[in-house]
């Protein structure tokens, strides 16, 4: 597709449930983030991918939080045993540059939006 | 690293009447900054960035943003509200491989 794409769009989980979010960047796109962003809020960073390679995470709230991106492309977003303060939009962004961003454009999904009941 | 602060929460606005959203920046050298949108259940849409060129930034959709580094503030302006212009506004700033956004700023326009 044209654009990052993200699912499920909407989940709802019950407490202490593992789930997985998926994230599809742009083809070609070698920096994949993942942000958190509560309700009410601004999105919060929680990770960095440059291909397959982990390079920045220190925005994972908690152990509890597990992202991968085994072949450069596709990325997960495991959450587990979760709790009702993990209830927000999970958003993946893609970026057709490498390093940090310097004002390069990153192109975000519209977000998996996670419900922890 | 980057800070931004979003001063407004919340901005009302009339159709057809000039929009200001208000940020200000906290940064030890020359910052990237950008202005994001974000319409309801939609992702978030690049309106504009600055990176150190002119100091004055023409986005989409008629949006425009100033730099000013004696006010160390970058506010987004607009002459003329659209109604399709409400939706949840973002003043964002870079610490090395992550955005800092601001906690937003919600502009209602009314007709």
């Known amino acids: 597709g044209a654009g990052v794409s993200q699912s499920p769009r909407y989940k709802v989980a019950k407490r202490g449930q593992d789930v997985a979010l998926r994230c599809d960047p742009i083809s070609g796109h070698v920096s994949l983030f993942w942000y958190q962003q509560a309700l009410g809020q601004g999105p919060e960073f929680l990770t960095y991918?440059?291909?397959?390679?982990?390079?920045?995470k220190s925005g994972l709230p908690s152990d509890r939080f597990f992202a991968e991106r085994p072949e450069g492309s596709v990325s997960t977003l495991k959450i587990q045993r979760t709790q009702q303060e993990d209830s927000a939009v999970y958003l993946c962004?893609?970026?057709?540059?490498?390093?940090?961003?310097?004002?390069?454009?990153?192109?975000f999904g519209e977000g998996s939006w996670l419900t922890v009941v | 690293a980057q800070s931004v602060t979003q001063l407004d929460s919340h901005v009302s606005v009339s159709e057809g009447t000039p929009v200001l959203l208000r940020c200000n920046y906290s940064?030890?050298?020359?910052?990237?900054l950008f202005w994001y949108v974000q319409h309801p259940n939609k992702g978030l849409q690049l309106l504009l960035k600055?990176?150190?060129?002119?100091?004055l930034v023409k986005g989409i959709n008629g949006f425009e943003a100033e730099f000013k580094k004696s006010e160390t503030s970058f506010h987004l302006t607009k002459p003329s509200a659209h109604m399709s212009d409400a939706a949840e506004y973002f003043c964002v700033g870079e610490a090395g491989t992550a955005l800092i956004f601001g906690k937003g700023t919600t502009l209602s326009v009314s007709s």
């Open positions: 991918f440059q291909n397959e390679a982990q390079l920045d």
């Open positions: 940064s030890s050298y020359s910052p990237s």
């Open positions: 962004a893609s970026s057709p540059t490498l390093g940090g961003l310097s004002g390069n454009t990153i192109y």
């Open positions: 600055y990176t150190s060129a002119a100091t």
